[in-house]
């Protein structure tokens, strides 16, 4: 036999592997590098009104979350009903970062879905987005007063992620 | 008692396909007639009761029997009859029955037309795709039954999905599955090769037509879903990379690059170990499309009710179908041979450039749907990666498969010279470059990526219409004569390849000058899109069978002149559900308007999506144009004269004779 032609095999045993894991799989959050380290300046054009500009000082002294989002994801759609429950609430400011979307695009997403956000701005290019390490949309980023990365959600936000972890910690970061 | 009936005949179908998929291929090994000459009667007989089952589930649709579990989640008394119909592939289990049908209709297909096959190979590639057969009726009679009873009876049922009442539903899953399980065809002839050990040109030219066959039915159901996905979606959005459209799109691509391996297979006895891969992983891909679609791993617009139950028997049945064949790929493949060689620059190693391509661009689709689905695996957070990671990297690999497509066809065989290839195709050169940086001043705008594309769409042409006037010309005779000589399997690749130049155009130009407005609009209002003005005239309710409208009235000018009246609308079903968009469109060879409503807002107004699209027709007319010239190819006098030529010449004689 030809070790040569084991590659196809090969390669299909390595995926099968992946499909099998991925059938018990739940979304589950990871630390980050980032965490505990302070949160990557930017100053980005606003959403709704682009002769605005938005940027990581003007948040300095509030605890806030930063939610990445994008029209064309398609797990966005998963978490987007509890930020907007969670923006009814008022509990803390939601910053979206419009990642690498049309303003169209984005807009009509936020109009047809609900708004949960303070202020959306727009990372068009992505580069914020390469600053903070986003790999992926949705992720969410929980940022202190002194403007220090506290928490980071990878993929969508869950109800227990955010009863149990991310609420609590606001709760707790808002008396310091 | 109709549903028991068809639940019966399911399992009188199981077993004739274990029967099917077991005592012909081990005839075949052992050469026993008897045994063998089971493949054609059985597989017929499996037709017959997978077509007796799926006419009574559709019966039970038609007639509304609510007692039936998939019936009364998927229909409704008053859901239209042609729904009622379509509904019947509605649902995971409906889906499942059709996917039998099909391979069943397949197999059918060739246990007709294989008279001229040698017994061996009839038996093998018959039994082979009984041995697929089996793992589906296993499947839906275990764990996706659509005849399951329901009781108590309900008063009604709760209704099809109302994104899927739609003529599109009707036609559009038949055609994509017959597509997607048509290359289990070309499958079942890699497999049976491998198991007799002889691979050699013959078996090139008979998985050939059942491979352009199973690849244009694709095109076209693929064409569909993404016009259906256009205009009911209400975004003007015509391809979105989601993970089942994906599904669709790999086996497309790699079924593409099968076609033009087996062609080189079968008139230079070359690439024989790479196409046999190529016939293995386009049905792999099918089956793999299956499993993400139905097993719930990726999120996906279209997913169905998911269960990890159905979820590990898919899997099981992957690993053992594609495992199973690649292992025997390895342990077999070796043994053929190399073919004939051939020079660097030549138009076999044009085409393997093309395989190498369409199998790079089939495997960054696979990546990027998986991609969330290993960072997941990998502990990693569940993502999706968009349109961003597909369009980058789609572009790079597109442009030198659509440059090659254009020299391709006038390589020779065997030995070409580039200096030979530059001089004949300089005129497509100049000629395309001249039109693609000129054309684009017409529009009044001018941009790099829009000549580009432009570009790579005038080459292909071009250069195919250079390839034509030099085979005209050496056929000799007057034109009428001329045009006679070439064979239709030719006509069908030109006019593929043109086609794809008419979807380049079309992609091109709607990216390029595409404009839309989401405006507030209350009565009487305007909006200026692209040179035409829309006046918004109010809302009036409207009654449909099953559902509340509310229609839009938009009045179109231009320049002042009427134009016309567009009526979008948002529909509410009675059975519940989200509110469905209707978008307006007037479409037209040179773009489409689209018009959709989107939400009421406070003051009687409401947000008004107004779209222009130019050339946007022309993406599925040049999938259109592909399916058609796959069809041509079809039709082709030596398909038809192929019988009696097999029956004369000896084996070794025909695989010659194809050269």
């Not at chain 1, 987005?129 to 992720?139: A, C, Q, R, S």
């Not at chain 2, 009911?232 to 076609?259: I, K, R």
Request: one cysteine or more; a positive charge.
């Amino acid at each position: 036999m030809n070790r040569r032609m084991l590659i196809p095999l090969a390669i299909f045993v390595a995926l099968a592997g992946f499909l099998f894991a991925g059938l018990w799989r739940d979304p589950r959050e990871v630390p980050s590098p980032l965490i505990g380290k302070p949160a990557p300046a930017f100053k980005l054009t606003q959403l709704h009104a682009p002769q605005q500009m938005l940027g990581t000082s003007d948040m300095k002294g509030k605890v806030w979350l930063m939610n990445v989002w994008a029209s064309w994801c398609v797990s966005c759609r998963e978490e987007h009903p509890l930020l907007v429950a969670l923006a009814k609430e008022n509990i803390v400011p939601i910053v979206g970062l419009n990642y690498k979307d049309e303003p169209a695009a984005g807009m009509r997403w936020l109009t047809d879905n609900g708004d949960p956000y303070t202020t959306s701005v727009m990372d068009r290019d992505g580069r914020v987005g390469i600053d903070f390490g986003v790999y992926g949309v949705p992720e969410t980023f929980l940022i202190d007063k002194a403007g220090t990365i506290r928490y980071k959600q990878i993929g969508p936000i869950t109800e227990d992620a955010l009863r149990k972890k991310i609420l609590p910690l606001i709760n707790e970061l808002q008396k310091s | 008692m109709i549903p028991e009936l068809g639940h019966l005949a399911l399992i009188l179908a199981f077993l004739l396909a274990i029967v099917q998929g077991t005592l012909p291929i081990a005839g075949a090994a052992r050469r026993i007639p008897s045994w063998m000459a089971l493949a054609r009667p059985v597989a017929q007989g499996q037709f017959l009761f997978i077509a007796i089952a799926w006419g009574c589930l559709a019966y039970s649709f038609l007639s509304s029997d609510f007692s039936v579990l998939n019936v009364a989640t998927n229909s409704n008394s008053q859901l239209p009859i042609q729904y009622r119909f379509a509904a019947t592939w509605g649902s995971h289990e409906g889906s499942m029955m059709l996917w039998v049908l099909m391979l069943s209709s397949w197999t059918l297909a060739v246990s007709i037309k294989s008279r001229h096959l040698p017994d061996e190979m009839a038996a093998r590639v018959i039994g082979v795709m009984g041995l697929v057969s089996v793992g589906f009726l296993l499947f839906m009679l275990t764990t996706s039954n659509p005849f399951e009873r329901l009781f108590p009876v309900p008063a009604d049922g709760r209704d099809l999905n109302p994104l899927l009442q739609d003529p599109g539903m009707v036609i559009h899953p038949p055609m994509l599955y017959m597509g997607y399980v048509g290359f289990s065809v070309a499958f079942a002839f890699a497999i049976g090769a491998l198991l007799g050990g002889r691979l050699d040109a013959t078996w090139a030219r008979w998985s050939r037509p059942w491979t352009t066959l199973a690849w244009s039915f694709l095109t076209i159901g693929i064409m569909l879903g993404s016009w259906w996905a256009y205009y009911t979606l209400g975004w003007g959005g015509w391809w979105f990379w989601d993970p089942v459209e994906n599904a669709s799109f790999m086996p497309w691509l790699v079924g593409t690059a099968l076609l033009h391996s087996l062609a080189v297979t079968e008139k230079r006895g070359t690439f024989r170990n790479w196409t046999v891969l190529l016939a293995i992983c386009a049905f792999s891909l099918s089956l793999i499309g299956t499993f993400l679609v139905r097993s719930g791993v990726l999120t996906s617009v279209h997913a169905f009710a998911t269960d990890p139950r159905r979820g590990v028997f898919i899997l099981a049945f992957l690993v053992i179908v594609i495992g199973g064949s690649l292992t025997l790929y390895a342990i077999r493949a070796p043994k053929v041979g190399v073919g004939a060689r051939f020079d660097l620059v030549s138009r076999e190693m044009a085409l393997l450039a093309n395989n190498v391509l369409l199998i790079a661009a089939a495997g960054s689709v696979l990546l990027g749907t998986l991609y969330p689905l290993f960072i997941d695996a990998l502990n990693l957070g569940k993502l999706s990666v968009g349109p961003p990671y597909f369009d980058s990297v789609f572009v790079p690999l597109m442009t030198p498969l659509f440059f090659l497509m254009g020299v391709g066809p006038l390589a020779r065989w065997k030995q070409a010279s580039i200096p030979d290839l530059a001089q004949r195709l300089r005129w497509a050169a100049v000629v395309s470059v001249v039109t693609a940086v000129l054309l684009p001043f017409a529009t009044g705008e001018w941009k790099l990526g829009v000549a580009f594309g432009l570009l790579l769409a005038f080459w292909i042409v071009a250069a195919t219409f250079t390839g034509v006037r030099e085979r005209l010309r050496s056929a000799g005779g007057g034109l009428p004569a001329q045009l006679r000589r070439q064979p239709r399997s030719y006509w069908g690749m030109v006019l593929a390849h043109l086609g794809i130049a008419v979807c380049v155009v079309g992609i091109t130009m709607v990216k390029g000058y595409e404009t839309e407005r989401d405006v507030k609009m209350n009565v009487g209002d305007t909006v200026n899109v692209a040179r035409y003005v829309f006046r918004f005239d109010g809302v009036v309710p409207q009654r449909g069978p099953n559902y509340q409208a509310t229609r839009g009235t938009i009045v179109v000018s231009r320049n002042g002149t009427y134009v016309e009246t567009l009526y979008p609308e948002k529909r509410l079903y009675n059975a519940g559900g989200n509110p469905m968009t209707n978008a307006a469109i007037d479409s037209g060879p040179f773009g489409d308007i689209y018009v959709s409503m989107g939400e009421p807002v406070d003051g009687g107004g409401w947000i008004i999506r107004v779209y222009s699209k130019p050339f946007i027709t022309w993406v599925w007319f040049g999938f259109i144009m592909m399916a058609i010239g796959g069809f041509l190819a079809l039709s082709d006098r030596r398909y038809r004269i192929q019988t009696q030529r097999d029956a004369v010449l000896p084996r070794g004689a025909a695989a010659k004779g194809a050269q």
